[in-house]
């Protein structure tokens, strides 16, 4: 059974900081390309940043670059979601998700809400 499970999200005041973890198991994660998604109050599911199963390649959304970093120890079959300089705009319940040929998995989400 493949679950993938996030943690650290919780209520940081703009300009701050957090850092994501999703934990998989009952997959073989490091072939699977990871991605964090996230969907805001009223808003479809956005795309925020993936990594290849390598390590090395990233891609990230325009709005985060340069604010989030996201990295993977594929020997701990975990991966983060490093953001920093948080806005208002950040709010949202963030995903994990994992992908490869033929197969995709979710995990439950995280809430993370930027607010004073």
């Known amino acids: 059974q493949v679950q993938l499970v996030e943690s650290g999200g919780g209520l940081v005041q703009p300009g701050g900081s957090l850092t994501l973890s999703c934990a998989a198991s009952?997959?073989?994660?490091?072939?699977?390309?990871m991605s964090w998604y996230r969907q805001a109050p009223g808003k479809g599911r956005e795309w925020v940043a993936d990594?290849?199963?390598?390590?090395?390649?990233?891609n990230y959304v325009e709005s985060v670059k340069g604010r989030f970093t996201i990295s993977r120890v594929n020997a701990k079959n975990t991966m983060y979601l490093q953001m920093n300089t948080l806005k208002p705009e950040d709010t949202a319940v963030y995903y994990c998700?994992?992908?490869?040929?033929?197969?995709?998995?979710w995990g439950q989400g995280t809430q993370v809400t930027v607010s004073s």
């Open positions: 009952g997959l073989p994660f490091s072939s699977y390309v």
């Open positions: 998700h994992a992908r490869k040929w033929g197969y995709e998995y």
């Open positions: 990594i290849g199963t390598d390590g090395i390649s990233t």
